[in-house]
């Protein structure tokens, strides 16, 4: 099986953020998020990085029934401005690139740090009750948490 380069992330680590190689298959992806998967994201590539590298997105890829199961982390994305551009994810996730013929293939590290960063927040931290609060009306139909 050919192995690609993926961003991983895991609230729950030490370190939020890393990369490793992993299979090139959906297992791979179902195995690192822990259940079935969601697209929870996708950043399109600016045209320059697309030509030079032939990846036309980043997708971020989550468990689509973490928010139902127990947790104890959570994580939101962030813009390079440290805006908020998702809802609260909880679980692992994995960040691949998808080519133009939509084929999964490496994350480029150095290209994903420009574009968004990782905000963990852990049982017990400040605005964990907004978390978790915020998860259930999402749940429910309700808004998500705007920090």
């Known amino acids: 099986m050919k192995k690609i380069n ?13 990369m490793e190689k992993i299979g090139n298959s959906l297992k791979s992806l179902k195995t690192i998020v822990g259940g079935n998967l969601e697209n929870t994201h996708r950043w ?4 320059t990085y697309e030509k030079e590298s032939g990846i036309v997105s980043f997708d971020l890829y989550t468990d689509d029934e973490g928010k139902l199961k127990d947790f104890n ?10 805006e908020q551009i ?3 994810l909880v679980g692992n996730g994995v960040i691949v690139g998808t080519n133009i013929s939509g084929e999964t293939v490496s994350a480029d590290p150095n290209e994903m740090i420009k574009i ?3 905000k963990s927040i852990k ?8 978390i978790e609060e915020a998860i259930n009306n999402e749940i429910s139909g309700g808004v ?4």
């Open 73 to 82: 982390c959570a994580f939101i994305l962030v813009n390079k401005e440290g």
């Open 123 to 130: 049982k017990g931290e400040q605005n964990w009750e907004k």
């Open 86 to 88: 998702s809802s609260v």
């Open 6 to 18: 993926a961003m991983i992330i895991d609230p729950n680590g030490e370190r939020v953020l890393k």
């Open 116 to 118: 968004v960063k990782v």
């Open 44 to 47: 399109k590539t600016d045209e």
């Open 144 to 147: 998500i948490w705007n920090r």
